[in-house]
């Protein structure tokens, strides 16, 4: 039997292929596509990590794939998006912005900030903690990961102090303290990479196939 159909959101900023290869081991029908109007035919949308803000922002906003985007969160549609995805998520973001935070697709309130740090290197790259919060340990997503498992992250932004506390899911802390994992809902945002983070990874998509079913 098919698993949900799942469509990987193409914004030409990079190869989508490892997020497609992660969703089908999880069990879904992954398709990577730049239409937006194939996003109304899918059961689940996922918004992946690649580029900066503004550009990615641009382009979706120039094809019509942010309208689409919006009015299939707003009906209910699951949607995820990861590292990159979940910033867009949000109302403003600083990355590739010139002299004002660029506006994303605001579903979610909140903003984008850089990563600083004299100590640190940034971007930050590798192997990190998840910290489940209560909203995190009833999320679908994360009904089999433990507190305190490792995930891969490479990024240089991160969400800001402004996100609802009752929308996060898991915090991680890497020169600053920030929300790595939230959940409103039909829509669930990571930081970090499931399709990167192994056997970890793997039960995080698999937790959101289950998310789809249910509302399906």
């Known amino acids: 039997m098919a698993g949900p159909r799942i469509a990987v959101v193409d914004y030409h900023k990079g190869n989508l292929s490892s997020v497609a290869r992660g969703l089908e081991r999880a069990g ?16 689940a949308i996922v918004l992946p990590g690649v580029g900066a803000f503004a550009d990615a922002m641009a382009f979706m906003r120039e ?5 689409a985007l919006v ?23 600083h990355e590739g912005a010139t002299d004002a935070p660029c506006p994303g697709l ?16 940034v971007p930050h790259m590798g192997w990190d903690q998840l910290m489940l919060t209560d909203h995190g340990r009833a999320c679908p997503l994360f009904a089999h990961v433990d507190d305190g498992a490792n995930v891969y992250y490479t990024h240089s932004y991160a969400l800001a102090d402004d996100v609802d506390p009752a929308i996060v899911a898991t915090r991680s802390l890497y020169t600053r303290g920030f929300a790595s994992g939230v959940w409103s809902d039909n829509i669930v945002g990571l ?25 399906a």
């Open 63 to 67: 094809s019509g794939q942010a309208e």
């Open 106 to 121: 605001g579903v979610l309130a909140g903003s984008v900030t850089r990563l600083e740090s004299t100590r640190l290197k």
């Open 71 to 93: 009015d299939q969160m707003g009906e209910g549609k699951p949607m995820l998006g990861i590292c990159l995805g979940l910033h867009l998520l949000f109302e403003h973001g």
């Open 191 to 215: 930081q970090f990479h499931p399709e990167k983070s192994s056997g970890v990874g793997e039960l995080i998509l698999k937790g959101f196939i289950d998310m789809v079913k249910g509302a």
């Open 28 to 43: 879904a029908t992954a398709t990577v596509t730049d239409d937006p109007d194939a996003l109304a035919s899918a059961d």
